[in-house]
């Protein structure tokens, strides 16, 4: 008899424990191999997914020591198993979801705030609510069966409790939990990345959480540029639309050679308005954290200080009213709101319930309740328009090109991309700038009518773009290819002639912002590094990184334009020739010269070495 239950007890306690070092070791894998989290978040994790399991344990020592063999009993430790275990399943997959889409470990606000838009959230993916509520309520009552069925841990239970030691174990067990659970409220392992953490005890999340951290140095730079910054008497100041469109990819743009007439009353203003459209115009960055900051303080990810000094800031110094409307939640989307500084007015999709929050009514609706311009006041508008991205409201209106389809909802489908599929991703996005077009058209007309535009620049961009397929990928966050990196860039004046801006074999995302304030002959920080585009000067490279992947645009050589990338988690080099290979296709790296190599290897890991450590002396 004591020859079978050994390994009874010990194969009901590897039962009991399979399917929550299963899933927590599955999750790690995919977290640290596909996202490049640190593999300093494994431990921390591990002692809290552990503490969960201790914690039940206890009480199911608990209660069969109490209420042996009772079938109620043994239902309520089944709902407690198959809740507390399918409530970490459900928050891996969040946090995966999270990951994909817009590369960060989603926190609660957010969790919270697309719980409570579950429907419209769902809609935007393609899916009635009730589609995914059925599987969850299948998939909770399989674990509920197994749980009951398997994972209660009976033959180990009955093993301490049969020795003797239940009245100690249970105690110790529920005192070991505790400890882990006081550890990670009193200590919690943020700064390891520890995605639990991260979610919900880190606030609104790390601004930077996928890249590299900029070091306390920059924050002294900072300090330092805004008490010497002095404003500057303006002789006009004409107001100032700076309109954004998530994923707003560059060469979906008619104006940009696309040949589909996606935004044609785009394409009509440009013809009626003094404009100046900037070519290959490349962002920081492959999401929108690091793109809005970039756009706003002039400055590339490893480089971001806590507190920087904005767009924002600087106009509100030179008498501006600054209004941001904004699509979109940025309040809960890791402290975008506070990174933006003080404003006049701040409104974004999380601060109205009327609508879902990615719904780009919202802005218009929100634009339409402006007061009317008051002539000789100085006006900033910002505007954030969903549109273009995945989980933004479609319109059945906007749906001209067919067959389409929402790419966003393939989280779990790893299939590969097709010529079918890409067909319909690209008539999905392509759908989405005929919406995007048509929002456009509306806002400026509200702000006309309104006489926001009788003297005004408007600016027009996108935060990142967005791949469609090339490379096998999809959406952003991921990858550094020019599609996710390329946006649009136009500015369109009316009342006045634009300045001349001479062309650049390339333009980074941080010359946006100096190059509206040498419109208006307005002095910029000394701490930004962007170079405005009227100026004869332009950079000789541009950097850009996404999680391991940190590269430069080199513009040095005869006139030819090079790409260059470096995965660090695998040491892999990329050199491309964009004039020859605009769409990436040869990697150059064994026709490349060692020296040349060792240079664009230094100029990297250089200047992120200067963001993080500070210049070297």
């Known amino acids: 008899m004591h020859e079978t239950a050994t390994p009874r007890w010990w194969s009901s306690l590897t039962l009991d424990l ?112 009730h589609v995914p509520l059925t599987i969850l ?59 639990l953490s991260v979610s919900f005890l880190s606030g609104t999340g790390d601004l930077v959480q996928s890249h590299s951290r900029a070091g306390p140095h920059v924050d002294a730079m900072e300090a330092a540029a805004r008490s010497r910054y002095r404003p500057v008497l303006l002789d006009k100041s004409p107001n100032i639309i700076l309109i954004v469109g998530d994923a707003l990819r560059a060469d979906r743009l008619k104006a940009y050679g696309y040949p589909r007439a996606s935004t044609p009353r785009l394409d009509a203003l440009l013809l009626r308005e003094p404009n100046i459209r900037v070519d290959r115009v490349r962002t920081v960055c492959a999401e929108s954290t690091c793109g809005l900051l970039a756009l706003a303080s002039s400055r590339y990810v490893h480089e971001l200080p806590t507190r920087p000094i904005t767009l924002q800031e600087v106009l509100r110094l030179h008498g501006y009213s600054v209004h941001m409307i904004l699509g979109g939640d940025h309040t809960n989307f890791y402290g975008l709101r506070e990174a933006y500084g003080e404003v006049d007015e701040y409104f974004d999709g999380h601060m109205q319930s009327d609508y879902y929050m990615n719904d780009d009514q919202l802005v218009l609706d929100r634009a339409g309740r402006l007061p009317e311009h008051t002539p000789g006041e100085a006006v900033m508008l910002q505007f954030h328009l969903m549109s273009s991205h995945g989980l933004g409201k479609r319109l059945p209106e906007s749906n001209l090109y067919h067959p389409f389809r929402n790419y966003y909802g393939r989280f779990l489908d790893t299939a590969k991309v097709t010529p079918a599929l890409r067909k319909q991703v690209t008539n999905y996005y392509d759908n989405g700038m005929v919406q995007f077009d048509g929002v456009l058209d509306r806002l400026l007309r509200q702000l006309g009518e309104k006489g926001y535009l009788r003297d005004a620049l408007v600016v027009i961009t996108g935060d ?82 996404q999680g391991s992947l940190t590269g430069l645009y080199d513009i040095r050589e005869d006139g030819r334009l090079w790409k260059y990338w470096r995965d660090w988690d695998n040491s892999y080099e990329y050199v491309f020739d964009l004039n020859k290979d605009p769409q990436e296709a040869h990697n150059l790296v064994q026709h490349t010269s060692d020296e040349q190599l060792a240079s664009w290897r230094r100029e990297v890991v250089s200047a992120a070495a200067a963001g993080i450590n500070g210049p070297s002396p």
């Open 18 to 129: 399979a399917p929550w070092l299963i899933s927590s070791g599955l999750f790690l894998w995919l977290y640290i191999g596909r996202f490049d989290a640190p593999a300093s978040a494994v431990w921390p994790h591990l002692k809290i997914v552990f503490s969960l399991w201790l914690g039940l344990a206890c009480l199911k020592l608990f209660l069969w020591q109490w209420f042996p063999r009772s079938r109620s009993v043994r239902a309520l430790v089944s709902i407690m198993t198959a809740t507390t275990l399918g409530l970490l399943l459900g928050y891996y997959l969040a946090a995966y979801v999270g990951l994909s889409s817009w590369g960060r470990i989603i926190t609660w606000p957010l969790i919270s705030a697309y719980a409570s838009q579950a429907d419209d959230v769902f809609r935007s993916l393609g899916y009635p609510l």
């Open 137 to 195: 309520t299948l998939l909770f009552c399989i674990l509920l069966l197994c749980a009951y069925r398997w994972l209660l841990g009976e033959a180990w239970i009955a093993r301490i409790i049969h020795s003797g030691n239940a009245r100690l174990a249970a105690p110790l067990t529920l005192l070991v939990a505790a400890l882990v659970g006081v550890e990670f409220l009193m200590l919690p392992p943020v700064t390891a990345q520890e995605p």
């Open 464 to 545: 990142h773009g967005e791949m469609l397929g090339e490379h096998g990928m999809l959406a952003h966050a991921q990858g550094t290819h020019e599609g996710v990196l390329s946006v649009p860039l136009l500015f369109i004046r009316y009342g006045a002639a634009l300045k001349d801006m001479p062309s650049r074999p390339i333009t980074s995302q941080i010359d946006i912002a100096p190059t509206i304030l040498e419109e208006f002959g307005i002095p910029l920080p000394s701490s930004w590094r962007g170079i405005p585009l009227q100026s004869p000067r332009s950079h000789q490279t541009i950097h850009f990184q």
